[in-house]
């Protein structure tokens, strides 16, 4: 089993920035893509950013250019740079963690963007 913490959510104003974090524990060998998922009110779930284990990263459209994720495989940690918030950003944040076909979910944090 792997568990996830996440870190950094916050109330912040339009065009603010906050960095969210992500610490990965437990049975962890050999995770393949780590990423941040956000969640709405009354919205599905939706993919914000991964980056898998070379490096290689995947953003959805409406954050391109203001977010940025990077991790410290090393350290098992995934980090979320978010810039220029809007209040379109206002979710709760999960991480994720993909190892060996299987799939882990942080229990997420809180952001809040006011105009």
């Known amino acids: 089993q792997v568990q996830l913490v996440e870190s950094g959510g916050d109330l912040v104003q339009a065009g603010g920035s906050l960095r969210l974090s992500c610490a990965a524990s437990?049975?962890?060998?050999?995770?393949?893509?780590m990423g941040w998922y956000r969640q709405a009110p009354g919205k599905q779930r939706e993919l914000v950013a991964t980056?898998?284990?070379?490096?290689?990263?995947n953003y959805v459209d409406s954050v391109k250019g203001r977010f940025t994720i990077s991790r410290d495989s090393a350290k098992n940690l995934v980090f979320l740079q978010m810039n220029s918030l809007n209040p379109e950003d206002t979710a709760v944040y999960y991480c994720?963690?993909?190892?060996?076909?299987?799939?882990?979910w942080g229990q997420g944090t809180q952001v809040t963007v006011s105009s």
């Open positions: 994720y963690v993909g190892q060996d076909f299987q799939s882990y």
């Open positions: 980056i898998t284990n070379i490096g290689f990263t």
């Open positions: 437990g049975r962890i060998f050999s995770i393949n893509v």
